[in-house]
């Protein structure tokens, strides 16, 4: 019998009557999105949402810690919605990039017209038309990118000294990418009478300093420890010549033949990763800075839908993008930051299944893999390709636990440093 209902799946259940009592229960959900979850088959919370959804709820500022991928949208969308349709007000949530704003309004727009709620998404690189046609309706649920969602209020059109809750996700990568300034002059246009909620996988030190600043007593949640990569995801690691990528590249997509993203530190980068996958006849979008909404739209929906197995990106990408079943993460080239590394093999491995993150790095990267390795946790399993050339890590012992090469001073000797590059 319970081999037959793991068959069938939760909507089959349903049918004969069988439905499996949901864990989301008890965490204080209200019915009419508890109905929502329960068509959609969520039966089991993740860690994340068992542990910040019943707190949340209650209205209490915090910090929440997990990996990328273990469903945090939901951990706060539906105690905001659930806050929201108790009185008046709105909601406000701040992104760093607008394909991460699309995802949550999406998840949001899931959940919002119980209580008929509407939602803005206030992005850059489209048009404001739509947006403002959004917030002339009196949409209850702001969310955008701190840039777009500042201009619409410097302008009038967002009113936000009404707003209850304010959501700030991935705020570590805001503060990477320049947003502290307009996050700050948002701040200030709130009210001070809020429930503030930060969700990251990482929380440097500048984000806990505006924790302190702007939230009342925030409760710490860590799902995993700040900076933990995915435990089912599997690490490996080629050390090759840059002149051989392209070739390991090759083979590899020989290897994994389900949906793969590529990432690349620069814009040049992806568009020449991009080209040299063309050639080999595979179906092939690139992401980037220099692309229009529109082309970053069709990548994300052509990734998504299968049109492109092989998306290219740059870590714009590396919190933007949820895509359940991706067989494999190559870090085509290593990123400038550490912290860019959890995020980018989160993209694989998500919502419990199976994912495997590869990393190509030169000879000279010993120092670099020493300090994601020592971030994570997680030594990676060094590999090697049977038809292309293995090098050795300089300075890199394994046995001595990496010992050598392990400053951060040392990385990229060619002069090729990634931070401030266009992305």
Request: hydrophobic letters at 40%.
């Amino acid at each position: 019998m319970k081999r037959l209902l793991k068959k069938i799946g939760t909507k089959a259940l349903h049918v004969l009557g069988l439905k499996k009592k949901s864990g989301f229960y008890g965490l204080g959900i209200a019915p009419k999105l508890m109905e929502i979850l329960d068509a959609k088959g969520f039966v089991t919370p993740t860690p994340i949402q068992e542990k910040c959804i019943r707190i949340a709820t209650e209205g209490k500022d915090m910090v929440g810690i997990a990996q990328t991928g273990t469903g945090k949208t939901i951990a706060f969308s539906i105690p905001m919605i659930q806050r929201l349709a108790q009185g008046p007000g709105k909601a406000l949530v701040l992104l760093p990039t607008r394909e991460l704003a699309v995802q949550v309004a999406e998840v949001c727009r899931e959940f919002a017209p119980a209580f008929n709620m509407g939602v803005a998404c206030l992005i850059g690189g489209e048009g404001k038309e739509s947006q403002l046609r959004d917030l002339n309706r009196k949409a209850r649920i702001l969310i955008g990118t701190p840039g777009r969602v500042y201009d619409h209020i410097e302008r009038g059109a967002a009113k936000v000294n009404d707003a209850r809750i304010l959501v700030l996700d991935e705020a570590d990568r805001m503060f990477d990418m320049g947003f502290a300034p307009q996050i700050n002059r948002i701040i200030r246009e709130l009210p001070t009478q809020r429930q503030t909620m930060l969700f990251s996988a990482t929380i440097p030190d500048e984000v806990m300093k505006l924790a302190s600043h702007h939230m009342k007593l925030p409760i710490r949640i860590e799902a995993a420890k700040s900076g933990t990569a995915a435990a089912n995801v599997i690490q490996e690691l080629y050390v090759v010549r840059s002149g051989m990528k392209p070739l390991l590249l090759s083979k590899l997509l020989e290897k994994y033949t389900g949906t793969v993203l590529i990432f690349v530190e620069t814009r040049y980068d992806a568009a020449k990763v991009a080209m040299i996958l063309e050639h080999m006849n595979h179906h092939v979008a690139e992401i980037h800075s220099d692309r229009t909404m529109g082309q970053r739209k069709d990548a994300m929906e052509g990734f998504k839908s299968g049109k492109y197995r092989i998306l290219v990106a740059t870590d714009i990408a590396a919190r933007g993008i949820d895509v359940t079943g991706i067989e494999a993460v190559i870090n085509y080239e290593m990123p400038a930051e550490d912290d860019a590394y959890v995020h980018r093999i989160g993209r694989t491995g998500r919502a419990g299944q199976p994912g495997r993150a590869i990393t190509f790095a030169t000879p000279e990267q010993g120092g670099d893999v020493r300090s994601i390795e020592t971030l994570t946790g997680i030594p990676m399993n060094q590999v090697t390709h049977p038809e292309v050339p293995a090098e050795t890590l300089w300075g890199y012992d394994k046995a001595a636990g990496g010992r050598g090469w392990n400053q951060r001073s040392a990385r990229r000797p060619s002069g090729g440093g990634g931070r401030g590059r266009r992305r």
